[in-house]
């Protein structure tokens, strides 16, 4: 079908997304909740109401603050949020978990710069407890380990109340890594409040000016500019996808979806929210998916150095039949996208990393080039730090190595709990504990300065 | 030595040449070939055979003051003693380093130098310095206690080794710490620490992919390792009248963790009686691995490890199985803690006569 020469095709709009940052400078816990000019202060027994009204099961929550350079240290971290809030119509805050389901990813969204908010507390009884301990410092040794230690962590604590779990039965499947019905109920709904109180806050910044705004457009790169298209394949831990939990296969929830494409502005905007209290040292808080660094990287070189082109989403699979439809199907949509380039992470763990080699692999003999971005495993004299590895992956970057042992010092002020999970010892320290238990340390999307080297 | 120093018209003070003492074998010591590999330990004051070469390379900075020797069989033969009379003959040269080698392909020259330097170092408190081909077997032996610079096959390598291996003794000699493997040129010692890098990671891998894509030199943080390939043995024709035992990495212990085996992590393996077990049932036995749903496991453990499949063919005569189940937790273990564990659990089969093994994994 011909037309007229000059006339304009009746194309999609483009999706935009307009990060809107209002910096906080000052935090005051006081008797109202008023955000103006860098000071945000907000009312702590207001704060308290909005948590327990998302469950019973909270038998009490506690509000503090915990400052960079403060002599302090979060234990029991579950999960920390960048406020966020969608105020623009038809605007809703994390689809699915808080809002109605909308696709996020466009239009203007305020974030409060420098605050998260850090829900913590002691496990809930029925949940697994040996990869829950996460510990964040605010200053001293520990502090460098942490990209989260430079931020102001409004902590809200969560007392679990004993009579929401009623004793497990024997006969009922447990969840490896979330424990009982009741525990995996608990802990969504710790997820929940976390992201209440973090749009809550934000939303303080209604009709003000932001400090700065960042434009996120995947505009089409002109084909003259010859840029070579990167995909990013996203291996994810489990993370709710729009209030959907997205199994890792075998493991946490049931069968893995295939693979798909997401538009990477949904991402950072709230699509995927953190759902359990994986490893600390690699665990994808929330806050690290809205502020994704491989997606960050891609954004600021797309039309100068390189073609983003997208971002494959996908779990691991836990068997050779189960991989090879994963990965085989990551690969595909990778392909299909045109790339001649691709980054990859590895989210830790033992199978997980099996699919990003066998993805490797694939994706070389497809004649699509790899990087790949691993923390480390091993800690010992000549240990290695691969479960798995193939030829092709020869461009690696490390992230960490996360059994090494860390000396952190003693602090005035423990906030989350008192003890640590493992080995019940004094949380004021001074503490010698593996890397793998400070928040963020080895965060697979690469937000942080650590790597390994061999000496 | 920094260039502003030379620069600034001041005669520079020469520094006392650092006291190297060096180990070889009978022939680069040029006492003689194979036929007199079995001449027991001695020494020769100043540089002797490849020493020679040695001192060429280190100039006016170092000096050769010692060289010991001893034939490759007698130290092979009796390693303990011949290590700790060649450390003793070192000692009286009073080195600041002791060089050892190159000892090229060969195995037992390589395994000798190795010794002699983990035996210096620790003993003596001397560093010490050796070079050999990346496939000597010593270097698997000693990776991370020995500074190895890689070498040829041949002694046809001796004229690139030598420059490198005077240049890190010198720098070892005078106690300064050596820059990482690529830099300096010695074989990586497999031990990594964390440091700051001066990009956060996605930078870096964007930066990497790009420089790969644009055919431009690039560097891995993680270069890939080199396993060990165990040959399997030759599959068993019968367990007739065998002594089958069965070790499981996937945590079945007596119900309540009486050892407190972790879910991850595991250092320890546990071994539990068998006596009087036909069936792992549910009331008895659990599994305390973490890394896979277990539900399925708990219901019937022997489908971890298969006791009541082996007491089947017991009753029907095929084996005899041994009385003791041994169990760890393999989820997020180190290769380095898997090794030694494997390799205690194999000395305490054959310790108790076993003589097949049916290892059930995760």
Request: hydrophobic share 40%.
């Amino acid at each position: 079908m011909s037309r007229p020469a000059g006339a304009v095709r009746p194309g999609a709009r483009p999706v935009t997304l307009e990060l809107a940052t209002f910096t906080v400078d000052e935090v005051v816990v006081g008797n109202t909740d008023c955000y103006r000019d860098g000071r945000l202060e907000v009312d702590a027994r207001a704060l308290r109401a909005l948590v327990r009204d998302v469950s019973d099961a909270f038998e009490d929550v506690a509000v503090n603050v915990v400052r960079p350079g403060d002599d302090a240290r979060i234990i029991h971290a579950i999960d920390v949020v960048e406020p966020r809030a969608r105020l623009a119509e038809p605007g809703s805050d994390f689809p699915g978990l808080l809002g109605r389901q909308a696709t996020v990813g466009s239009g203007r969204t305020h974030r409060l710069g420098g605050l998260v908010v850090t829900t913590a507390g002691e496990p809930a009884p029925g949940e697994p407890t040996y990869w829950r301990e996460a510990v964040v410092d605010a200053s001293g040794p520990g502090a460098i380990y942490s990209p989260l230690s430079s931020l102001t962590h409004l902590v809200v604590t969560l007392k679990p109340d004993p009579r929401a779990f009623p004793d497990h039965d024997p006969a009922e499947s447990l969840d490896v890594f979330q424990g009982t019905a009741a525990a995996i109920a608990y802990n969504r709904a710790a997820r929940i409040a976390g992201l209440r109180v973090a749009t809550y806050l934000a939303a303080l910044t209604r009709d003000q000016q932001p400090d700065a705004v960042a434009c996120y457009e995947l505009s089409p790169v002109a084909s003259r500019r010859d840029l070579p298209r990167v995909v990013y394949l996203f291996q994810m831990t489990c993370p709710y996808f729009y209030g959907q939990l997205w199994p890792r296969e075998g493991s946490v929830g049931g069968t893995a979806p295939p693979p798909t494409l997401i538009h990477p502005n949904e991402v950072l905007d709230g699509a995927l929210v953190n759902a359990y209290a994986m490893i600390a040292c690699i665990r994808d808080c929330t806050y690290f998916l809205q502020t994704h660094a491989v997606i960050e990287e891609l954004y600021r070189r797309h039309g100068t150095e390189l073609d983003f082109r997208g971002v494959v989403i996908y779990t691991n699979g836990d068997s050779i039949a189960s991989k090879g439809r994963i990965v085989n199907h990551a690969v595909s949509l990778a392909h299909l996208l045109g790339a001649e380039g691709a980054v990859l992470n590895y989210q830790g763990g033992g199978n997980p990393e099996v699919d990003v080699m066998l993805a490797c692999q694939q994706l070389e003999a497809r004649g699509i080039r790899t990087a790949l971005l691993l923390p480390e495993l091993g800690g010992g004299q000549g240990d290695s730090p691969f479960i798995h590895f193939v030829p092709e992956a020869d461009a690696i970057v490390s992230l960490g190595s996360y059994e090494q042992t860390v000396q952190l010092g003693p602090v005035a002020r423990v906030v989350g709990g008192a003890r640590l999970l493992e080995g019940d010892e004094d949380a004021s320290g001074p503490l010698q504990l593996s890397l793998r238990y400070l928040l963020g340390a080895t965060i697979p999307y690469g937000q942080h300065v650590l790597r390994g080297v061999e000496y | 030595m920094s260039g502003l120093a030379a620069h600034d018209g001041r005669e520079e003070t020469p520094a006392t040449p650092i006291r190297v003492a060096c180990y070889l074998n009978q022939f680069f010591a040029g006492i003689g070939g194979e036929e007199a590999a079995g001449v027991g330990p001695g020494c020769r004051d100043g540089a002797a055979g490849a020493a020679l070469g040695l001192q060429r390379c280190l100039g006016n900075a170092g000096q050769v003051v010692g060289t010991v020797y001893c034939g490759d069989d007698y130290l092979a033969a009796q390693p303990a003693t011949a290590v700790a009379a060649v450390t003793r003959l070192l000692a009286r040269y009073a080195p600041d380093v002791v060089v050892a080698g190159p000892a090229f392909g060969s195995g037992r020259y390589g395994l000798a130098c190795g010794q002699v330097c983990a035996a210096v170092q620790e003993q003596l408190g001397v560093p010490a310095v050796t070079a050999m081909h990346p496939d000597n077997p010593a270097v698997e032996s000693f990776r991370g206690r020995v500074v190895v610079v890689p070498t040829q096959s041949t002694a046809a390598g001796m004229p690139l080794a030598l420059p490198a291996l005077a240049r890190l003794a010198l720098k070892l000699g005078r106690g300064e710490p050596l820059d990482p493997p690529g830099a300096e040129g010695y074989l990586p010692s497999g031990c990594r620490r964390n440091e700051r890098a001066d990009a956060p990671g996605a930078a870096r891998a964007v930066d990497m992919l790009l420089r790969k894509l644009r055919g431009e030199p690039f560097a891995t943080e993680l270069p890939l390792p080199r396993y060990d390939r165990v040959p399997p043995l030759p599959p068993l024709s019968t367990t007739d009248g065998l002594r089958v035992a069965l070790v499981a990495e996937g945590g079945v212990v007596p119900r309540g963790n009486p050892d407190r085996l972790p879910s991850a992590w595991a250092t320890r393996w546990a071994r539990y009686d068998l006596a009087g077990v036909d069936d792992l049932t549910a009331d008895a036995f659990e599994t305390v691995h973490g890394g896979f749903n277990t539900s399925a496991a708990n219901r019937d453990p022997d489908r971890l490890i298969p006791v009541d499949a082996l007491r089947a063919l017991e009753a029907q005569g095929r084996l005899t199985l041994h009385p003791r189940l041994y169990s760890t937790v393999g989820n997020q273990g180190s290769v380095a803690v898997m090794r030694r564990l494997g390799a205690e659990i194999a000395a305490d089969l054959a310790a108790a006569g076993v003589e097949a093994v049916v290892v059930g994994a995760t």
